[in-house]
């Protein structure tokens, strides 16, 4: 049973519009998000995440806003940039009585910018 | 932020040799390490998690006598991918987390492309 579903496997919009990434959870206990940005035969790179404790989180051209009923979080880049092609993942981790759970990641999608 | 070496970024073996990969904290200690696969056009799957001076966690499904862990110092953690078969080819990626709070702002390796032929 996947956790974090990222249902859309890929993404094209044009350089200067928004970008939205969306995400969504099954597990309630997650209180952790994030979105990291990976390129071909990299290791993932963090952008941005967000505690459950609120519902944005805002840096710079990102935005990851979260909406706890309806375990679902978005990533909007605006504007985009060619640069920004790359595959995002969504991952989520949960604090449980012994720590944090590891990250479970989403199956991520891959976002074309189109100059 | 924190930085995390993996090395080598890539290998090609033969069937039924070892690769040993290794994962370093370069600018923090790591009290814990997580091994990560990824298969072509799948999600990041947990593998195990590695614990400097004791046993490694392996997820349900790894073979842990298949993929040896040893996580001897607070800054390295090493995989190794015994008589590695083919079907063993993937992307092995390791992270750190950066803080106490375990799976945060976790730092990641630049990965490993193994393939087995």
């Known amino acids: 049973d996947q956790q974090v579903k990222q249902n859309s496997p890929s993404l094209s919009v044009q350089e200067g519009r928004i970008s939205i990434l969306n995400c969504d959870y099954t597990?309630?206990?997650?209180?952790?998000f994030l979105w990291y940005k990976k390129y071909p035969a990299e290791g993932p790179t963090f952008l941005i995440s967000i505690s459950s404790i609120k519902d944005k989180n805002e840096d710079g051209r990102f935005t990851v806003f979260l909406n706890k009923s309806a375990k679902h979080l978005s990533l909007h880049i605006v504007p985009s940039q060619p640069g920004d092609s790359a595959v995002y993942f969504c991952a989520a981790s949960a604090m449980t009585d012994s720590g944090n759970t590891p990250l479970v990641f989403g199956k991520g999608t891959r976002l074309s910018v189109i100059a | 932020g924190a930085v995390v070496s993996q090395h080598p970024s890539w290998v090609i073996c033969k069937s039924g040799t070892s690769v040993k990969i290794e994962c370093r904290s370069l600018?923090?200690?790591?009290?814990?390490m997580f091994w990560y696969r990824q298969f072509p056009k799948q999600s990041l799957m947990l593998m195990a998690t590695s614990n400097e001076g004791s046993k490694a966690t392996y997820e349900q499904g790894v073979e842990k006598d298949k993929f040896l862990i040893n996580h001897a110092s607070l800054t390295l953690s090493t995989l190794t991918v015994t008589s590695a078969h083919p079907e063993d080819s993937s992307f092995y990626i390791c992270?750190?987390?950066?803080?106490?709070?375990?799976?945060?702002?976790?730092?990641f390796g630049q990965g490993t492309r193994l393939t087995v032929v």
């Open positions: 992270s750190a987390p950066d803080s106490d709070r375990v799976g945060t702002e976790a730092f």
């Open positions: 597990n309630s206990m997650f209180d952790y």
């Open positions: 600018d923090f200690q790591a009290t814990t």
